[in-house]
């Protein structure tokens, strides 16, 4: 068999050798990328820590809560912009609309049905 001919046994297994090389390559890049910090990637971002709150409802502490028990208590209307909240890593206890995060929820909330 002539070694310049394309489908000679060399030449396929020199094809192969390469081919194998390639995927290693290929596959040692992809996992080097995904662990790589890339900042404003959506791979890369680090997932939020779900909120805890505390809200003061008829002078009782409640909570912790999650956001959709915020939400539903603001549906119900149990709680609204004046009522005494508290998020961990505030110092002190503030009415909700001075804290961002249950605003956030209050802002995603929507407003009872009157049927």
Do not use: C
């Not at 890339?38 to 002078?59: C, T």
């Amino acid at each position: 068999m002539d070694n310049s001919n394309f489908f000679s046994v060399d030449r396929l297994v020199e094809f192969g050798l390469g081919m194998g090389m390639a995927q290693q390559m290929v596959g040692m890049m992809n996992q080097y990328m995904q662990s790589m910090y890339v900042p404003g990637s959506i791979q890369s971002m680090p997932q939020p820590m779900p909120h805890i709150f505390y809200v003061v409802i008829e002078g009782q502490q409640v909570g912790p809560l999650n956001e959709s028990e915020v939400s539903k208590l603001i549906g119900q209307q149990r709680i609204n912009k004046d009522t005494l909240a508290w998020v961990p890593g505030m110092a002190a206890w503030q009415p909700i609309a001075q804290i961002p995060a249950i605003l956030k929820i209050v802002a995603l909330t929507p407003p009872p049905l009157n049927v």
